[in-house]
């Protein structure tokens, strides 16, 4: 069983950063496929970013391609998702998925772990 814990959700003006940090329990971290999802009020999850247990793939939604940037310390079990430039539109709860897969993984469905969620708040 993977456990996943996310931190460092929070308030932020427009323009500003935060660092998302998701740590996950189990002993074969390198070998899972994580991905960053969000949700918004009345909105469903969608794809944020992901990242290949090899660090050598990534993959971003549109939407914050070029302000956001996935990263992982598999010595230290944890995905980080960098947020730069954020906007109000970014506002949501942050959840990171697990799946123990050497491919990198877009599709929600396809994440077999999943966090409890961070919230971002950006104001205007």
């Known amino acids: 069983q993977v456990q996943l814990v996310e931190s460092g959700g929070g308030l932020v003006q427009a323009g500003g950063s935060l660092r998302l940090s998701c740590a996950a329990s189990?002993?074969?971290?390198?070998?899972?496929?994580m991905g960053w999802f969000r949700q918004a009020p009345g909105k469903e999850r969608e794809f944020v970013a992901a990242?290949?247990?090899?660090?050598?793939?990534?993959y971003y939604a549109d939407s914050v391609k070029g302000r956001f940037t996935i990263s992982r310390d598999n010595a230290k079990n944890t995905v980080y998702l960098q947020m730069n430039s954020l906007k109000p539109e970014d506002a949501a709860v942050y959840y990171c998925?697990?799946?123990?897969?050497?491919?990198?993984?877009?599709?929600?469905?396809?994440?077999?772990?999943w966090g409890q969620g961070t919230q971002v708040t950006v104001s205007s």
């Open positions: 998925a697990a799946k123990i897969s050497s491919l990198l993984i877009v599709a929600r469905d396809k994440y077999d772990y």
């Open positions: 189990g002993p074969t971290f390198s070998t899972y496929a």
């Open positions: 990242i290949s247990w090899s660090h050598s793939s990534t």
